[in-house]
């Protein structure tokens, strides 16, 4: 029996305590800061020792292995000790996935992430498989293979969670695109990003599948640095490919895989948006490879449900239509976000600041942007981007999403959209990005 020290108190470390749990380690719960009572009573359900608060080393030091949160940087000062100590540390999903015989379909990028995963997973639901969804999004992966069973996973996995991978391999593995994003967590060096990305790929073999973004030049360019045995599968809006997917004539999709080739066409998709066909494409791509048929392919992509926080329609209130799009966390999502609206934009924008490039946005904003309301502590950047793009009455700071909103709905006239894409992490006056939009919609219907 060895001692397993999970560290971090939400999602992913009390599904990695249970899972230690029920596979008869020693485990023990560390958080340095408050754990929410919903996942104090699960650790206590289980009968898992756990303090919180603090960060108790002899209780800590002396373990085999230390499972970690993805939220808990490499610069901690406890993960320092715990290197020093050389304690191997991994991620919940190696440890997981060590207990796991289920076949895993695993989606990185920057973007289009959590939708590309939740297309896959109701594709896979509705071809009648036994399939769990997990990861960076819905119910922690340890947790599942604890306490459930499934034959397939979809997992949506962060560059965070791949940074302490060793041995987890998924058998069709997804790179939606790669911009920069959390260079706060890697030493601002657009690099290590992209290798944490990349890590998605490591363990592949000939017979597993991998489904990337070929008009993306960041993907690509390391591409050629890396050596991949698996089946390479591209998809383009930009050129025709021999096996993968791209766009014909601007009406459709195009899939080759092994000898056969389907036409899905855009107007039948559910989700509209040049970002969202690339989205299509590799869920659609990875149903082929899971040999799922045509007609469950074309009838899903048309039914899918767009998820929340992700550019969802909010209400519509004298004529102005409010969109939370409160995951569009990076300058990438937040350029998507701006670049399918077709209506003059108030832009509720701020939050944490990752490192951001906000110029490539410029041009966007010039275009289809009318007024800025800044919801965030520290606006300064935010204000010297784009201060020079609108006028000055129509740049505003607020620290709340109701006062975001009302100073919104006073900036709006008939026919505008009041768009909630703030390009940055919410944890200045949030706790994530769930809790902004879910405050967001609140604000709207209390107009």
């Avoid at 590309?116 to 997990?134: D, K, P, R």
């Avoid at 990861?135 to 949506?156: C, M, P, R, W």
């Avoid at 060096?189 to 030049?217: M, R, V």
């Avoid at 767009?306 to 519509?316: A, K, M, N, Y």
Wanted: aromatic share 8%; hydrophobic share 40%; with cysteine.
């Amino acid at each position: 029996m060895s001692r397993i020290v999970v560290l971090g108190g939400a999602e992913s470390g009390i599904g990695a305590a249970v899972l230690a749990k029920v596979k008869g380690h020693d485990v023990f719960l560390s958080d340095f800061g408050k754990i929410a009572d919903r996942y104090a009573d699960e650790l206590r359900k289980w009968d898992i020792p756990f303090e919180e608060g603090k960060h108790t080393e002899e209780l800590i030091l002396n373990a085999d292995e230390v499972v970690k949160s993805p939220g808990i940087p490499a610069t901690a000062p406890m993960v320092k000790k715990i290197v020093e100590k050389g304690i191997r540390i991994v991620s919940e999903i190696e440890f997981a996935s060590r207990y796991d015989t289920a076949k895993k379909i695993c989606i990185t990028g920057s973007n289009g992430k959590t939708t590309t995963t939740s297309l896959i997973y109701y594709l896979l639901q509705q071809a009648g498989l036994n399939v769990g969804l997990g990861g960076n999004i819905g119910k922690s992966y340890a947790l599942q293979v604890a306490t459930e069973h499934f034959d397939y996973y979809v997992l949506e996995i962060s560059s965070f969670q791949l940074d302490d991978i060793y041995d987890f391999k998924p058998d069709i593995a997804i790179i939606t695109n790669i911009t920069p994003d959390h260079l706060d967590r890697y030493d601002y060096k657009f690099e290590n990003y992209i290798k944490a990305k990349f890590k998605i790929t490591k363990n592949l073999s000939k017979e597993d599948c991998f489904i990337f973004d070929s008009d993306d030049e960041i993907t690509v360019r390391h591409l050629d640095t890396i050596l991949l045995r698996c089946k390479m599968l591209p998809f383009s809006q930009k050129k025709e490919v021999e096996q993968g997917a791209f766009l014909k004539d601007d009406k459709k999709i195009v899939l080759r895989y092994d000898n056969e080739e389907t036409d899905l066409y855009l107007e039948e998709l559910a989700l509209g948006g040049k970002h969202n066909i690339y989205n299509s494409m590799a869920a659609a791509l990875a149903a082929k490879a899971m040999d799922i048929d045509n007609e469950i392919i074309r009838k899903s992509l048309a039914t899918f449900q767009p998820i929340e926080h992700r550019l969802e329609p909010v209400l519509s209130i004298k004529d102005v239509l409010y969109i939370n799009d409160s995951k569009a966390t990076n300058v990438d999502s937040a350029w998507y976000a701006l670049e399918c609206q077709k209506r003059p934009v108030v832009w509720i924008v701020g939050g944490k600041d990752k490192g951001n490039d906000y110029s490539v946005l410029r041009d966007l904003v010039k275009e289809k942007v009318k007024a800025i309301v800044c919801l965030g502590v520290d606006n300064t950047k935010i204000h010297a981007a784009f201060g020079d793009l609108v006028s000055e009455d129509k740049i505003v700071d607020t620290r709340s999403a109701e006062e975001a909103v009302k100073a919104s709905a006073a900036l709006a006239s008939p026919g505008d959209v009041v768009l909630l894409s703030p390009c940055c992490a919410s944890f200045d006056l949030f706790t994530s990005y769930e809790d902004r939009g879910a405050k967001f919609k609140e604000a709207v219907r209390n107009l």
